[in-house]
Protein backbone atom coordinates (compact mmCIF):
# COMPACT_ATOMS: atom_id res chain seq x y z
CA UNK A 1 0.00 0.00 0.00
CA UNK A 2 1.58 3.36 -0.92
CA UNK A 3 1.33 6.44 1.71
CA UNK A 4 2.08 9.54 0.57
CA UNK A 5 3.04 12.73 2.51
CA UNK A 6 3.04 16.60 1.34
CA UNK A 7 5.80 18.35 2.74
CA UNK A 8 7.28 21.97 2.68
CA UNK A 9 10.66 22.28 1.67
CA UNK A 10 13.07 25.17 2.50
CA UNK A 11 16.56 25.47 0.94
CA UNK A 12 19.43 28.28 1.97
CA UNK A 13 22.96 29.07 1.27
CA UNK A 14 25.33 30.32 3.11
CA UNK A 15 27.31 32.57 1.10
CA UNK A 16 30.73 34.46 1.27
CA UNK A 17 30.85 36.78 -1.66
CA UNK A 18 30.21 34.77 -4.53
CA UNK A 19 30.93 31.46 -2.98
CA UNK A 20 28.82 28.96 -1.28
CA UNK A 21 30.12 28.16 2.25
CA UNK A 22 27.16 26.28 3.54
CA UNK A 23 23.99 25.01 2.17
CA UNK A 24 21.03 24.05 4.12
CA UNK A 25 17.93 21.91 3.63
CA UNK A 26 14.85 21.50 5.40
CA UNK A 27 10.90 19.58 4.88
CA UNK A 28 8.59 19.73 7.27
CA UNK A 29 5.31 17.58 7.40
CA UNK A 30 2.17 19.43 6.48
CA UNK A 31 0.97 19.75 9.78
CA UNK A 32 4.24 20.70 10.82
CA UNK A 33 5.25 17.28 12.36
CA UNK A 34 7.96 15.10 10.83
CA UNK A 35 10.56 18.30 10.39
CA UNK A 36 13.99 17.62 9.28
CA UNK A 37 17.12 19.56 8.95
CA UNK A 38 20.51 19.88 7.46
CA UNK A 39 23.34 21.78 6.98
CA UNK A 40 26.79 20.93 4.79
CA UNK A 41 29.58 23.13 4.59
CA UNK A 42 31.06 22.88 1.37
CA UNK A 43 34.06 25.45 1.26
CA UNK A 44 35.62 23.76 4.51
CA UNK A 45 38.94 27.19 4.26
CA UNK A 46 36.09 29.81 3.25
CA UNK A 47 34.00 28.06 6.16
CA UNK A 48 37.08 28.22 8.73
CA UNK A 49 37.81 32.23 7.98
CA UNK A 50 33.83 32.80 8.31
CA UNK A 51 32.23 30.66 10.95
CA UNK A 52 30.67 33.51 12.81
CA UNK A 53 28.85 34.49 9.90
CA UNK A 54 27.93 31.28 8.37
CA UNK A 55 27.05 30.17 11.52
CA UNK A 56 24.55 33.19 11.75
CA UNK A 57 23.28 32.32 8.50
CA UNK A 58 22.40 28.68 10.09
CA UNK A 59 20.66 30.76 12.99
CA UNK A 60 18.73 32.43 10.44
CA UNK A 61 17.74 29.70 8.35
CA UNK A 62 16.48 27.73 11.44
CA UNK A 63 14.55 30.52 12.38
CA UNK A 64 12.58 30.88 9.04
CA UNK A 65 12.33 26.66 8.75
CA UNK A 66 10.94 27.06 12.85
CA UNK A 67 8.31 30.17 11.90
CA UNK A 68 7.20 28.21 8.84
CA UNK A 69 6.71 24.76 11.54
CA UNK A 70 4.88 27.20 13.65
CA UNK A 71 2.38 28.54 10.96
CA UNK A 72 1.35 25.11 9.80
CA UNK A 73 0.70 23.92 13.74
CA UNK A 74 -1.33 27.09 14.15
CA UNK A 75 -3.37 26.30 11.19
CA UNK A 76 -3.88 22.58 11.99
CA UNK A 77 -5.28 24.16 15.39
CA UNK A 78 -7.09 26.93 13.82
CA UNK A 79 -9.06 24.14 11.59
CA UNK A 80 -10.27 21.92 14.70
Do not use: H, P, W
Not at 37 to 48: C, D, E, G, I, P
Not at 54 to 66: G, L
Request: aromatic share 6%; glycine share 6%.
Amino acid sequence: MLKTDKTTSLTGQSMIGNDMVMSFNANIGQEGNGSTFSSNVLNQKLYAANRVECRKDKDEFEKKMYEIQDALIDEKEAAK
